[in-house]
């Protein structure tokens, strides 16, 4: 079994996420910047099997799709072009920004950890990864 592999995509840079082999655990595992994105996943899959890729949908509180999701979509055609035998999910990304900087000061870091953006964006997709693996449990 391979791992699945979340990305909260952002324009300058993008946080990764992964699970273990059984699929049950989310980690942190880098943040990359997105011109870079899709050259380390191709390099990620020549170590590792992934079975799929999870990437944060944003959705505004009105549940109208966010600014950003151009930019996404962008990305996920190239990522299809080049990695086409990996599917593509989408998964619900609201707050993961806000819950990222809560776990941090409930995790006790200093405040100059908190203001890392990239350990925001990594925390992020450990997020979106950890709340779609759940979602499938239902």
């Not at 011109?35 to 380390?40: H, P």
């Not at 009105?62 to 990522?79: D, G, P, Q, R, W």
Request: glycine share 6%; aromatic share 8%.
């Amino acid at each position: 079994m391979g791992r699945i592999l979340a990305i909260d995509y952002g324009r300058k840079r993008s946080g990764l996420a992964v699970t273990d082999t059984l699929q049950l655990i989310a980690n942190g595992l880098t943040t990359v910047p997105s011109g870079e994105l899709i050259s380390y996943l191709s390099n990620y899959i020549s170590r590792e099997p992934v079975d799929l890729f999870v990437i944060g949908f944003p959705k505004q509180m009105n549940n109208e799709v966010s600014e950003n999701m151009k930019y996404i979509e962008a990305f996920v055609t190239h990522l299809k072009r080049t990695i086409p035998d990996i599917p593509v999910t989408y998964y619900d990304e609201r707050f993961t920004s806000v819950l990222a900087r809560r776990a941090l000061i409930e995790g006790g870091a200093k405040k100059k950890t908190r203001r890392q953006k990239a350990l925001i964006d990594e925390i992020s997709a450990v997020i979106i990864l950890q709340s779609y693996l759940e979602s499938r449990k239902i």
